[in-house]
């Protein structure tokens, strides 16, 4: 959980105002209680937080309805954030959202921007694709991207089943464990930095 009292604020009130647009909107399933989506998906983002101290520019790959990126973001005013995903009816009401908590570190996008994604130095995303597919797009779509990346992940069994596919002699890998209240839950941040 976030130690600073003005970062839990901020991951409230932007849990209250993504709580509202999803239900005109799906940015989350719809099927998951209140306390479930701030434990399991807003609290989840925000435990990261400590490993994106060094970041200035980050580029959340996927955001869906603004996890991580928009959490990150409520907590670290001074950082900036590039908050892409594929579908523009999200990235609208994710616009509304960081509008309406004036959150104008994040600019929201649905069409990737290489050109702008490139001066990002961090790359994050949460539950969209292998490690080893997001390496790829990273090697395609951005290829002077020189930064880290810090993939969101859950269980260590399939995080090793992931990187089995990755060649690792391109690149350097920490696992970090993500500390959960009461070790409620299994997660883990996964640092790439590439050769």
Known sequence: MPEEPEAFNAIYKLFQELWRSNQKVNLFSRKLDEKTVFIDHIIDCALALPFFETSQIVLDFGCGGGLPGAVLASCRPLKHFYLFDKSPKKIHYLKQVCDSLDLENCVCFSEADAERFEEADTLTSRAVASTAKIMAWTKQALPNFSGKLLLYKARLESIEQELSEVDKSTCEIVLHALKY???????????????
């Open 181 to 195: 209240p009461e070790n409620l839950k299994e997660r883990h941040l996964l640092e790439i930095t590439p050769h």
